[in-house]
């Protein structure tokens, strides 16, 4: 078989990633491999895709090999899928599957990512292989490579492929107008609203204008497609141990005077390939200047988004995940899919009412599972990431379980207790009671606190 890998790792040859097809292909020497260090090389692409499309047209199993970037696949895996749609070259009918390494944070997001745009090039599209950053140098990594290999060769023959996604209902076009009149603005709040925007979408230039004229504070809009990008992030790690890039653009302290200052973010865009332009993905990969740091916590955020969001379920678990992950309250995502400009106006007060009361809420899932996985990383890596772990260290994220020596040592203690059979006998029924009593005494304080 022919099989074209596309490593979109920025640091092409010297990918951790592209070792793993590496290692496969050294066991497979009866197909013809060929790798396209993509990401490496994207700026030459956009100038020539010439050598791109000859290779896809030539390959009867694509297979994307790349790191996952801040919950989806870097920004240079983006800007090649704008490139492969735009020059329009027919991959109908061939396989398609993928590599990723990570440590698992949100590599679900990334690779249904990939699959979504694979489903709408017409590519049979083959589940891939998610793997830890350091799983090729155990045996059991080693393993796995080689049954995910196999599988995928195997579901190329015997067609088990992705199941794809519903797709949105082709509908005539919607023109956003702006109708809503402005609000009288008050002063103590910052709101920056982050866009993408491009001169000719006119939709979500009138929704951030609705948004603006709603929105009872003044605000301030950036758009990252104006801004001059150096390129997107290396994953070279240079900045973690000072905080700075080693692009020369400025970005991080654009990023950090700019933006995060503000009392409030809006972050507003048309969705395009079940994300939005590259340049929004180049914008949030630079962030890692930041490192693992939720920076911005306690600070709320809103969406303006243009396009067929319900339709879109990845995307929508990628923005719910991020506030959650980044301790910012989600106060909604307006869109122009009803044809109406209420959306924007609730969002936008919601978004005034959670700066005003400092509206905070527990992490779901999302946000716990996220904060856990880098908790862990981190700590192991505090060596390197030096920035990361003091952040950590002072705002106790190293919330390790094994380390409530106290708490474990009472459940120890009821555990034996309750092992006795004469206890058990006394306790029951009155476990519940004992478990909701403190519950109740908070109850009761509200109300007192309530009368007074």
Known sequence: MKILVLNAS?????????????YVQALHPEHD???????????????????????????????????????????????????????????????????????????????????ENCLDLGMKVVRGLSADMEDLLSERGQKE????????????????????????????????RPTLPATPKQTGKDVVIVTNVAPDDENLQHMIEDFCAVLPYESRVVNVRDFPFAGGCLGCFGCAV???????????????????????????????????????????????????????HGTPVAYVVSGDYRYESNLRMILEARSEVGGNTLCGVATDEGGTAQDIR??????????????????????VGGMKIFRDLIYVM???????????????????????????????????LMAIPSVQKKAKGKMTEAIVGPYRTVVEQAKKEETL
């Open 242 to 296: 000072t905080g700075q890039c080693i692009y020369k653009d400025g970005f991080d302290r654009f990023l950090r005077e700019t933006i995060q200052t503000a009392d409030g973010f809006v972050y507003a865009f048309t969705i395009s390939d079940h994300y939005t332009h590259s340049s929004f993905k180049c914008f949030d990969d630079r962030q890692f200047c930041n490192g693992h740091r939720t920076v911005t």
């Open 382 to 416: 505090q060596g390197l990431m030096k920035a990361d772990h003091r952040f950590y260290k002072q705002h106790g994220i190293y919330d390790f379980p094994q380390k409530q020596k106290k708490r474990i040592w009472q459940m120890r203690l009821v555990g034996s």
């Open 346 to 367: 609730a969002v936008a007060e919601n978004l005034a009412f959670a700066m005003e009361k400092q509206v905070t809420r527990p992490a779901n899932f999302y946000g």
């Open 10 to 22: 920025p640091k092409g040859p010297n990918s951790t990633t592209v070792h793993t097809a590496l």
């Open 145 to 176: 490579a080689r049954d995910f290999f196999d599988q995928l060769l195997f579901s190329c023959e015997h067609g088990v492929f992705v199941t794809p996604m519903g797709k949105a209902p082709k509908r005539e076009k919607h023109v956003y």
């Open 33 to 115: 491999f060929t790798f396209l260090p993509v990401g490496q090389r994207i700026k030459q692409i956009e100038k020539d895709f010439s050598p791109v499309r000859a290779a896809l047209q030539k390959a009867e199993l694509i297979l994307f090999c790349y790191p996952v970037y801040t919950f989806i696949a870097p920004y240079q895996l983006h800007r090649l899928i704008e490139l492969i749609k735009a020059d329009g070259v027919d991959l109908t009918g061939k396989f398609a599957s993928q590599i990723t390494t990570s440590k698992h944070f949100y590599d679900v997001t990334a690779h249904r990512y990939v699959e």
